[in-house]
């Protein structure tokens, strides 16, 4: 008799007994992470380790807690650490589009920006001051009242001894002239001039020429002490703002000493200053060219002495903790911004904007790995600034443009930040054996895994998260028995009796769902029932494809037998996974044997309908047949097998046993029961193995049963090897202890065949055969006379090319 599995191996209830609570309001809140020890050991080595390189990949499916953990670690670990310094940007005064950065402590950037505006303000109105000043105006008064003396007395000699010679010094457009004059003072004519005698005319040349050098040496005299004058006039307004200036900035540079950058900058300050006093002075307003025509009056601009704060860690409490959502460039590395003025953009060290890595200099930042590979230059940009420890804000788009502009080029910032990604297993090993680099900076792996052991100590972790969901969410209270469901379900997402799903956000979902449909029965405490609504409205919600398909074969547009006996035809189960849900979904396998030598064909491949997987598996089943059945003797056979009304690919090799089963009845020409579909894979040594998504098979098959009435004599045959992954629904679990239906549990192919044929298997004897009246034997007798008639038309073709030669 084949082997049947009771009800208790189906599925693996949870005891409600197990928990002293009479609701989860008894229990306490729970904060940490559940069932990923591995995990939270390699993230505390990652973070404590502060080595170049040993930055951390949060690697795990969605809904594993990823986030919630590295945020409810970071939270902790960094509120104990040191607060990061405040970093600002000031003006350039040796080379303006290259601004420098300064590191303070926290919260000093915003005092030094205050200090720089008061210092200004403060000028504003002083410096106006001393230029308004009696004294200043006295001191420069004399400068300019020496200096016209000077001038006066130099011109007045030289007039003095020019009319003493018969000229005078006139003054023209061109500048000052000597010319000729007559006893009467007036000038002489140029007529007058050509009536003298020669050499009257030549002494006059001699004498003008003479005079017009020292006018000329006069004049040059005179603008050097205009020169010096205007000299003289600037260094004593220096003199005089530098007594308001002088003991401000000497303030500050005290209040800074510490800040070498500062005291330099500063000192630029003051030059900038003592060079630039016009900005400061009052401005007159410009009488404009035309009356109708009122320009704009232009203010100076004081943005130079700005102070650019980047990061302000006034308020923060410990060290810095950035979790970016949107990891692009500019949000990571900061922005140049731009304003447009009168049609062109223009920028200044002040419009430099900071980005993420900024924030999280001195801690830590969390970025979603795909979010920043899908984003331009940002991975590339970030791996770099881990390698150089600085992080540069850039233009990045500047080597991309058509004509080159000029452009700011903020100094670097070091930057010591622990980067921590999160993604999918996929792209963590897709990056780490495609990108070297990824190696050498990313060198911790922390591994959240999908399932945990279901051991006591989990499933009241379990109890405990259904609690604080209840109370974070105002949610009802469970009692035991709705935990104790819950645990279920998370066997049943785990696919494994011993194991719980450690997915848990659709945990988080059947807790809200129930607790609503608690709402909905007016009840204020959650059951099992509950529980179990919430699952069974989930499926209704989603599987209107699974009934679709279920209702074509009930109506038999889609063929699927579930009674009688048929000669190479079984039913195989496959999955249906369409993302939200999954199910499984009968289907019919045939096979057809025949007088040949081509060997077995599989229709999916030649039509290039079946994946790589699939593939291996038929060939699998071909060496099969070839080590039982071919020992002695070659087999000479062509045959086919398909899935019938499959219209789309079909993977894995779930199916290989099935496909096996239907090419042994076919061969032997014994009828497989119908009533029983099968499922598993086997090698080449007919050992079952083990398959996916054995519940939703099972179910698929119970289903399409019930709907046709049950008859007593279906099943499915799965492998032995898959017990343990058995969470079975109620109704299957009802069916199979009243006798309905029956699940098969297998080790060896020829058990499987037993049971579809109702004939023993046969064990080949000494004598190299099989006994009479088993499926080996009529195997093997069907391949002796398919090897025999192959044989006899080969001679039959042979004797006939013999005769058409003679």
Known sequence: MPEKLSVEELYKCCDPGIFTFHTTDDLPMFYGTIGQERALDALDFGLSLESTGFNIFLLGENGTGRITTIKSILMQKAGNEPVSPDW????????????????????????????????????????????????????????????????????????????????????????????????????????????????????????????????????????????????????????????????????????????????????????????????F?????????????????????????????????????????????????????????????????????????????????????????????????????????????????????????????????PEAIPLNVKVILVGNPYLYYLLYNLDEEYRELFKVKSDFDSRMDRTDENMHKYASFVAMRCKEEKLFPFDRTGVAKVIEVGSRLAEHQNKLTSRFSEIADVIREASYWASKSNERIVTEAHVQKAIDERVYRTNRIEERLREMILEGTLIVETGGEKVGQVNGLAVLDLGDYSFGKPSRITAKTYAGKAGVVNIERETKMSGKIHEKAILILTNYLGSKYATKKPISLSASLTFEQLYDMIEGDSATCAELYALLSSIASVPLKQGISVTGSMDQNGDVQPVGGINE??????????????????????????IKHLMIKKDVMNAIKEGKFTIYPIDRVEEGLEILTGMPAGILGEDGTYPEGTINYLVVKRLAEISEAVKEKKGEEKEKDEKEKD
């Open 697 to 722: 098979k099972v179910e698929g098959f119970f289903d399409l049963c019930k709907f046709r009435k049950f008859d007593g004599n279906q099943g499915v045959i799965i492998p032995r090897r898959n």
């Open 281 to 409: 002075k009052v401005q007159e307003e410009q009488t404009p060219a035309l009356p109708f025509m009122r320009l704009p009056k232009t203010e100076p601009t004081f943005t130079r002495y700005t102070i650019n704060v980047l990061v302000n860690n006034k308020d923060a409490k410990g060290a810095p903790c950035i979790f970016e959502s949107n990891p692009t460039y500019f949000n990571l590395f900061g922005r140049i911004e731009h304003k447009f003025q009168y049609g062109i953009a223009i920028t200044d060290f002040s419009m430099v904007k900071g980005g993420s890595l900024h924030k999280a200099n001195g801690g830590y930042i969390v970025i979603d790995a795909l979010d920043l590979l899908r984003n331009l230059f940002a991975y590339d940009a970030l791996k770099r600034a881990i390698r150089n420890k600085e992080v540069k804000t850039e233009d990045v788009w500047e080597q991309y443009r058509l004509i080159s502009t000029t452009t700011l080029k």
């Open 88 to 279: 600002c940007y000031v003006y350039n005064f040796k080379d303006p589009d290259a601004p420098i950065a300064i590191s303070l402590e926290p919260g000093e950037a915003l005092v030094f920006q205050k200090d720089m505006e008061e210092l200004i303000k403060t000028l504003k109105v002083e410096i106006p001051k001393v230029f308004d000043s009696k004294e200043y105006e006295k001191q420069k008064n004399k400068l300019t009242e020496d200096a016209q003396k000077k001038q006066k007395d130099i011109f007045a000699s030289l007039e003095e001894e020019a009319e003493a010679k018969g000229f005078s010094v006139r003054k023209t457009v061109s500048g000052l002239i000597i010319i000729p004059v007559k006893k009467t003072g007036e000038p002489l004519t140029e007529e007058e001039y050509e009536i003298l005698d020669e050499k009257t005319r030549k002494k006059i040349d001699e004498i003008g020429k003479a005079l017009q050098e020292k006018l000329n040496d006069a004049v040059h005299v005179v603008r050097e002490a205009e020169k010096l004058v205007k000299e003289q006039v600037a260094r004593l307004e220096k003199e005089a703002a530098l007594a308001a200036v002088g003991h401000l900035i000497d303030e500050l540079k005290g209040k800074y000493q510490k800040h070498e950058k500062i005291i330099t900058y500063l000192d630029g300050v003051k030059e900038n200053i003592l060079e630039n006093l016009d900005d």
